[in-house]
């Protein structure tokens, strides 16, 4: 099946600090959807991405949709504490066997230290 | 703002029982999903509901069934649950099909013992 490398598996960063994370895909994705889990909680849609070259904000929070269709990065600028948690990429190929699946990518666990 | 609830944050449960998990969203949104989240295995898709009384086959659909007898519930149900089982069980909801948001809801977490 699809299979999405997030890179990367953790992050630890001091407060203020700028963060980078990305997800790549052997195949062509159309959507790109990043997620926010908090420890104990369901994840939390961020932002999605449905264009090849996008660039979308939200907050401090950008991601892009790489021009390949086959990346996506997520960039989060002066982190604070409350950014602390697992960050997830997913993705929806045109190839996959349903319209409606979703695959995930093995998330990012980021922690920021004071 | 979409709205997924889970019947329950936590459950135990003994090998052997028969496990109910209820999941409602107050969107009308068609499409309905339940994943199992495991340590270093990451989201895997168990079954998922496109429409009232319709259902797929995920990635892992062994020992597992659903119930989808309204547009806004659908059951995730463990005929004999086993330990194998104990997981985070997440529940999440997407408008449309062509709509591949989907919202999740908190999770139960289960424990079978």
Redesign the interface.
Known sequence: ?QQLNQSPQSMFIQEGEDVSMNCTSSSIFN?W?W?KQDP??????LI?LYKAGELTSNGRLTAQFGITRKDSFLNISASIPSDVGIY?C?G?SPSSG?????T????TQLTVLP | DVKVTQSSRYLVKRTGEKVFLECVQDMDHENMFWYRQDPGLGLRLIYFSYDVKMKEKGDIPEGYSVSREKKERFSLILESASTNQTSMYLCASSLIAGAHEQYFGPGTRLTVT
């Open positions: 099946g959507t959807l997620y104990g909680e369901g994840p939390v849609l999605a997830f997913a929806r349903s319209a409606r699946q979703l995930f990518g093995s998330g």
